[in-house]
T-cell receptor, first 113, second 116 residues
């Protein structure tokens, strides 16, 4: 079975500063990795995904993530955040033909002026 | 496009009461899911339906039942609600190809349930 660990429950950051949200996973087989974002009082929506190929994945709103197989990590980064990036971010892992994802506990990104 | 529609958006129940959360998707997706979201716990899978006519337990199925009524609809029922079932419930759907674990989920807006 796979698992996901998001080490930071909350990350406060000033507007225009860079940010990194950390995600580590555990799996005995090859994985597919996702970041979802949840804005206040809304459902989750896909930010980006890694299925195969290039380990650097670009998503919406200027976010990117890098798959590091040796460190079993999939950290999310943005070079300059905006107030509108305030949301909860979830890392998720899927494997092979298993038709369900395992989600991390989420990281709340709070962007202030 | 409506995507995934959940009803009701809010519900307050007393302990022991029953209720059904409804979910419908209009994207012709094969798979549907019910998750619950609790502070500090992330999203946990309650039940899922990989295709019409099949349902399987997820991580936290106790106290819940599901029905895959047709390809579009997947309902979640609480037969005897308990305070521990106070949560935000999300329905999601996806259209699996050969590699189901790579599927992108489309989520509904959520249903906030309070059990007193």
């Amino acid at each position: 079975a796979q698992s996901v660990t998001q080490l930071d429950s909350q990350v406060p950051v000033f507007e225009e500063a860079p940010v990194e949200l950390r995600c580590n996973y555990s799996s005995s087989v090859s994985v597919y990795l996702f970041w979802y974002v949840q804005y206040p009082n809304q459902g989750l929506q896909l930010l980006l995904k890694y299925l195969s190929g290039s380990t650097l994945v670009k998503g919406i709103n200027g976010f990117e993530a890098e798959f590091n197989k040796s460190q079993t990590s999939f950290h999310l980064r943005k070079p300059s955040v905006h107030i509108s990036d305030t949301a909860e971010y979830f890392c998720a892992v899927g494997t092979g033909t298993a038709s369900k994802l395992t989600f991390g506990t989420g990281t709340r990104l709070q962007v202030t002026l | 496009n409506a995507g995934v529609t959940q009803t009701p958006k809010f519900q307050v129940l007393k302990t022991g009461q029953s209720m059904t959360l409804q979910c419908a998707q209009d994207m012709n997706h094969n798979s549907m899911y019910w998750y619950r979201q609790d502070p500090g716990m992330g999203l946990r899978l309650i039940y899922y339906s990989a295709s019409e006519g099949t349902t399987d337990k997820g991580e936290v199925p106790n106290g819940y039942n599901v029905s895959r009524l047709n390809k579009r609809e997947f309902s979640l029922r609480l037969e005897s609600a308990a305070p521990s079932q106070t949560s935000v419930y999300f329905c999601a759907s996806s259209s699996p190809g050969h590699l189901s674990g790579a599927n992108v989920l489309t989520f509904g807006a959520g249903s906030r349930l309070t059990v007193l």
